[in-house]
């Protein structure tokens, strides 16, 4: 199983960009998927986290009600829409996967995650 994020780029503030995170393989329906972030000289940060079934999600204080994940498992996609851009949302976007089968819950810390992907750098200038 391998994660490809993109959809990274350099905004003005107040704009919106929408990164999407394709997972290789089979049963992407059971995983559950987050984003996380990381700025220079920062540790990596929760973003938003969503259940397999797409049914639940969970934000941080920082993106809730600006930003929204959801999944479409029939592409084997996860998506992170983000609007209302702040410079202090500048950081690589890192999405990872998290299987656990028969269970619907979410995650919030890295450690909890299995896989990762590469990283899609966002940029949003003041």
């Known amino acids: 199983v391998q994660l490809q994020a993109y959809g990274g780029g350099l905004v003005q503030a107040g704009e919106s960009l929408r990164l999407s995170c394709v997972v290789s393989?089979?049963?992407?329906?059971?995983?559950?998927m987050g984003w996380f972030r990381q700025a220079p000289g920062n540790e990596r940060r929760f973003v938003a986290a969503i259940r397999p079934s797409g049914s639940g999600t969970n934000y941080s204080d920082a993106v809730r009600g600006r930003f929204t994940i959801s999944r479409d498992n029939a592409k084997n996609t996860v998506y992170l829409q983000m609007n209302s851009l702040k410079p202090e949302d500048t950081a690589v976007y890192y999405c990872a996967a998290k299987g656990r089968p028969g269970y619907n819950g979410m995650y919030g810390y890295p450690s909890s995650y299995d896989l990762w992907g590469q990283g899609t750098l966002v940029t949003v200038s003041s």
């Open positions: 393989g089979r049963a992407f329906s059971r995983y559950a």
